[in-house]
């Protein structure tokens, strides 16, 4: 059974960073996929981020390019994401997601992960 978990969310002011971060307890990530999503209230779960198996490739919603950075460390079990000038639109909870054993390449299909975390909360004030 995957168990991940995330941490580094907070309340910041508009123009800020944060830097997100997943683990996993019980199991090894650096054998598939990795992504990040996020949830604001009353609004569907949207992908924001997606990285490849070795951390070739990555993908990203249009809304947080050149803004966002997705990244892994295999050897520490580490998913991260650094996020640059937040805005206020990007108050979500953030989830990290696994794609199942041997799925090396990144989606920002929602439907592609089966593994979840029970996410950490960012708050963007203007």
């Known amino acids: 059974q995957v168990k991940l978990e995330e941490s580094g969310g907070g309340s910041v002011q508009a123009g800020a960073s944060l830097r997100l971060s997943c683990t996993a307890s019980?199991?090894?990530?650096?054998?598939?996929?990795l992504g990040w999503f996020r949830q604001s209230p009353g609004k569907e779960r949207e992908s924001v981020s997606s990285i490849s198996q070795n951390g070739a490739h990555t993908f990203y919603a249009d809304s947080v390019k050149g803004r966002f950075t997705i990244s892994r460390d295999n050897a520490k079990n580490m998913l991260y994401l650094q996020m640059d000038n937040l805005k206020p639109e990007d108050t979500a909870m953030y989830y990290c997601?696994?794609?199942?054993?041997?799925?090396?390449?990144?989606?920002?299909?929602?439907?592609?992960?089966?593994?979840w975390g029970q996410g950490t909360q960012v708050t963007v004030s203007s």
């Open positions: 019980g199991v090894l990530l650096d054998d598939r996929a």
């Open positions: 997601a696994a794609r199942p054993t041997d799925w090396y390449g990144g989606s920002l299909r929602e439907t592609d992960y089966p593994y």
